[in-house]
């Protein structure tokens, strides 16, 4: 009568850091993935189950495939009609972003602008994204979720983002959108994603049922001190403040230094403080993967030597100072505080913060996972470091993706529910809260309390 797992389809999905999410929150089966990276798609799916085996996966530029061809693999699943998936969720690329008016682009033309491309949805670059609307169109899930980068908010002052909820309007979805901060959300690290979050009119007509966002959980810490940098004990997770670097990874086992990226080690953990965040990476995993530290050259050695805590590249001496850089290149993460953004290029300690504290060396790529909160348990197929890197840098932070899986799973028992006829409602009653529970047992809670002498709280000793 009420289903206690929802389903899932992925595009775009990369090596699968958002699908991940809610699979963490065991309340959906992944059924589909894809992505037209080999080595993300075989990472997809290493790493992916629901309860009738592996997902299916796609592996070819997806506008070739037909809204009908994605709905006969879901079939194998138990989905064979529109309107049966619960979740298309993904990130579909947007190449036109950021120079949606540049010239020659191709597309519709306004009279009097060359070849000038005014809307978002008419860009040949954005065609992925298109494509995925219509998908959600044809398929009519119950919650549509899209990814994208932070500024799409901002561009052309707010033209772009009125032309993603209108098609997501004609597509059939009441949409938000609202751009979330990872930190915020118990990831030690500081990354903004724009989220959209899509229900079906027909349901909000039929319900009254509000699709809601995740509330944060954590916020930064009010106070810093040079002393925190040293505390071991500094684990601010459980605390609700931002987790930082040390609480991230600071009780991994030493790196390997020889080998390639999917060597592996026990995962034998030094003795080491605990929190919810550490207990949640190590998990079960017999085996850590991707744990390889990587010696720098001479010249990157150079510059991450030569760079003191807080400083960038702009404080290089003159003679080690590069042509052009980011603001954080070549610097060290701090201890104390969440990392910044993880990229595509975190293998690098010239493309931003991505030295290691205290180390002389770039991040590991399972460092650089855990700070994007993979549990170690999640293993990334390939031995190419940019290929990991891209991976996981281009990922969703699965722990984040978790927070939002958890609202989608509400919203969707809270439909269910109105959904059911007046004989099935009659069936079902609410859990008893405590509340309730303390009121059905009011007379041995009152006899506990006679018995309990507060004033013993305040006695002085001796």
Known sequence: MIRKKYSVADFFAGCGGLSHGFELTGRFNVLLGSDIKPEALETFVENHDNDRGKPEAILEDIQKVAPKGVLKMLSRFGVKSEGQLDC??????????????????????????????????????????????ELAAYLKPRVVLIENVPDLVRHKDGGTLKEILDALDRAGYVASVRVLHAADYGVPQMRRRTIFLGQRKEDFARTGIKLQFPEPTHKPFPLHYEGLEEDRLWLPGDSGYWPSVWEAIGDLPAPITKGAGMASIPAEYPSAADSD????????????????????????????????KGQAASDLPDHLRPKAS?????????????????????????????????????????????????????????????????MIGSAVPPLLAKKIAWSVSRYLDEIQFADLSPEDKKLVRPQATDAVLKRLQGEEWGHEAERFDQSALFAEEG
Not at 110 to 130: H, I, W, Y
Not at 278 to 306: D, M, T
Not at 382 to 388: A, G, T
Request: overall charge positive.
């Open 88 to 133: 298309l969720i993904g990130g579909p690329p947007c190449e036109g972003f950021s120079q949606n008016r540049s010239i020659n682009a191709g597309g519709k033309v306004t009279e009097g602008t060359a070849s000038r491309v005014n809307r978002f949805m008419d860009d040949p670059r954005n065609q992925l994204f298109k494509w995925y609307v």
């Open 326 to 390: 980011y603001h954080y290149s070549y610097a060290r993460l701090r201890w104390s505080e969440p990392a910044r953004t993880i990229t595509k290029f975190c293998y690098h300690v010239g493309s931003g913060m991505f030295a290691h504290p205290v180390e002389d060396r770039a991040l590991t790529m399972r460092e650089a996972a855990r700070l994007q909160t993979f549990p170690d348990s999640f293993r990334f197929v390939s031995d190419n470091i940019r290929e990991l890197s891209a």
């Open 277 to 308: 965040l550490r207990r949640f990476y190590r998990g079960s995993a017999p085996q850590i993967y991707n744990h390889v530290a990587r010696p720098l050259g001479k010249s990157g050695l150079e510059k991450v030597r030569a760079i003191a």
